[in-house]
Nanobody, 124 residues
Framework: QVQLVESGGGLVQTGGSLRLSCAAA????????MGWFRQAPGKEREFVAR????????FYADFVKGRFTISRDNAKNTVYLQMNSLKPEDTAVYYC?????????????????WGQGTQVTVSS
């Protein structure tokens, strides 16, 4: 089992940047595929980005391509989400999640462990 704790959220103006971190506690962090999801008020949780176990392969939702970058440091048991050129529509609670599966996934219900979330608010 792995425990996830997100940090780095906050209030930023349109066009600004934030870097989210997700620290994992527990064994074998490098065995987990990691993902970032977000949920805005009144909306369903949606996929943002995912990264392979070794950090080589990444995949992004279309609405963040070119603006967000997911990365991980297995030595530090941490996954990151660098968010640039933020827009008001990026306002949401951002969650990191861990998947202990053979194949990558963009589906939230395929992830096994979740953090508590961190609020990102982008003002116009």
């Amino acid at each position: 089992q792995v425990q996830l704790v997100e940090s780095g959220g906050g209030l930023v103006q349109t066009g600004g940047s934030l870097r989210l971190s997700c620290a994992a506690a527990g064994p074998s962090f490098s065995n987990y595929r990691m993902g970032w999801f977000r949920q805005a008020p009144g909306k369903e949780r949606e996929f943002v980005a995912r990264i392979s176990r070794d950090g080589v392969n990444t995949f992004y939702a279309d609405f963040v391509k070119g603006r967000f970058t997911i990365s991980r440091d297995n030595a530090k048991n941490t996954v990151y989400l660098q968010m640039n050129s933020l827009k008001p529509e990026d306002t949401a609670v951002y969650y990191c999640a861990a998947r202990n599966g053979i194949l990558p996934s963009r589906e939230a219900n395929k992830y096994d462990y979740w953090g508590q979330g961190t609020q990102v608010t982008v003002s116009s």
